[in-house]
T-cell receptor
Framework: SQKIEQNSEALNIQEGKTATLTCNYT??????LQWYRQDPGRGPVFLLL?????KEKRKERLKVTFDTTLKQSLFHITASQPADSATYLC??????????FGTGTQLKVEL | EAGVAQSPRYKIIEKRQSVAFWCNPI?????LYWYQQILGQGPKLLIQ????????DSQLPKDRFSAERLKGVDSTLKIQPAKLEDSAVYLC??????????????FGSGTRLTVV
């Protein structure tokens, strides 16, 4: 069966460090992969989209990699800040722009 | 630009009652989605509309859930009768026309449903 796996344990890091979150998938051949941020009591917010033929994409302090051979995406936040604390969701796109989400990883950035 | 509007924000009902949620997407967004998010899980797609037509409702429990988008703008999701396991946040999202490309979604804040 198709699976999208994100680390269910919270990731705690110190302010200023780089946070790296992992998304692994099985039995998918996604054309696109997206990352979203979700704060408590709010809907997910779109961050980045990367295509299968792109290896890396950047946006300000964010960087996403997409390895279709390893079936893995890495999401990096450089110079992390307490305001980056949230749950980060990985989502894969198949046909029809239908997004299937992982369970998310909670990030806590401590002073 | 105004975001995706959803109402109500919270709803508590007894099992076997009915409930309806409303969503108004971003103006110009042809594609609308309803997701169910159970605590601790990622959102799960219930139904996808393209204008006023259904693109995908394969995960909608049709014996109790229904949704419509009659004029291709706002949408209503209904549950009748509700079960305890329907307790979740119901998220509405919209995007530009998926037939022209792949786009990020814009989500509303959701409706938190508690069935007691």
């Amino acid at each position: 069966s198709q699976k999208i796996e994100q680390n269910s344990e919270a990731l705690n890091i110190q302010e200023g460090k780089t946070a790296t979150l992992t998304c692994n998938y099985t039995n998918y051949s996604p054309a696109y992969l997206q990352w979203y941020r979700q704060d408590p009591g709010r809907g997910p917010v779109f961050l980045l989209l990367i295509r299968e033929n792109e290896k890396e994409k950047r946006k300000e302090r964010l960087k996403v990699t997409f390895d279709t051979t390893l079936k893995q995406s890495l999401f990096h936040i450089t110079a992390s800040q307490p305001a980056d604390s949230a749950t980060y969701l990985c989502a894969l796109t198949g046909g029809g722009n239908k997004l299937t989400f992982g369970t998310g990883t909670q990030l806590k950035v401590e002073l | 630009e105004a975001g995706v509007a959803q109402s109500p924000r919270y709803k508590i009902i007894e099992k076997r009652q009915s409930v309806a949620f409303w969503c108004n997407p971003i103006s110009g967004h042809a594609t609308l989605y309803w997701y169910q998010q159970i605590l601790g899980q990622g959102p799960k797609l219930l139904i996808q509309f393209q204008n006023n037509g259904v693109v995908d409702d394969s995960q909608l429990p049709k014996d109790r859930f229904s949704a419509e988008r009659l004029k291709g703008v706002d949408s209503t999701l209904k549950i009748q009768p509700a079960k305890l396991e329907d307790s979740a946040v119901y998220l509405c999202a919209s995007s530009l026309d998926y037939r022209t490309g792949i786009y990020g979604y814009t989500f509303g804040s959701g409706t938190r449903l508690t069935v007691v």
